[in-house]
């Protein structure tokens, strides 16, 4: 059975002992805690206190599954390269496995290229550190074939995928076609629901378009045994139904 996880873009602005809480009283295992100002991490919190944070998750049996940056590792400008290993010493630093990346800004040129460029210069010099990158179907990388197409070219075991179930769904792609393209490099799964492709505002899990019992079906099918993560956007949408909601309707589109 997947152990169950959320993202802290449900709980904008929370402490660590509100999600801490939050994810005890819905039986989740897990975290991915975003990385950004405002929030339990940013990319520059210090040492010391990330090696706090981690204790505090880690006397409460809460593990923080991943860090989530907003790096774009295919953009034109600046250094993402450097952003990616620094969000991988903060994942290390806190104990997590995955530092999620997403792809490029639209109306660039062969994004593609420069994904697969950037990525295998991580992979290259990322430490034995246990910490892996993943490329989240989001962006200009939208279907697991465009990401699928990205991580054949990296080539690495240290980068995988994170499937962002509305993306694929909203940019045409069966979720048959989407479990076919990403598991060879699978590791991570954020669960959400939309009312159209066109209306991404959040719906309570199972009661949009989405079409979720089918996504859980295909990752059956496909043997996919990694956390399943609600990402519940009240940062984005504040007049979305407060995390408790989205919990409950997660446990129960999950059959918990």
Known sequence: ?????????????APAEEVIATASRYGCAAVELRCAEGEIVAPDTPAAELRSIARTFAGAGIEIVAVCSYTRVARPDGDPVAEVLRHVEIAE???SPYVRVFGGVEGQDDPAAAATRRLADVAGRLPDNGVDVLLETHDVFLTGEAIAGVLAGVGSPRVGALWDVV???????????TADALAPYLRHVQIKDAASPTDLAPVLPGQGAVGVPGVLAELGRIGYAGHLALEWELAWYPDAPPIGEALTAFRKVLGR
């Open 167 to 177: 993306n694929p769904w909203r940019a045409g792609e069966s979720a048959a076609a």
């Open 1 to 13: 059975m997947n152990p169950l996880a959320f993202s802290t873009l449900g709980m904008p602005g």
């Open 93 to 95: 630093a806190l104990g």
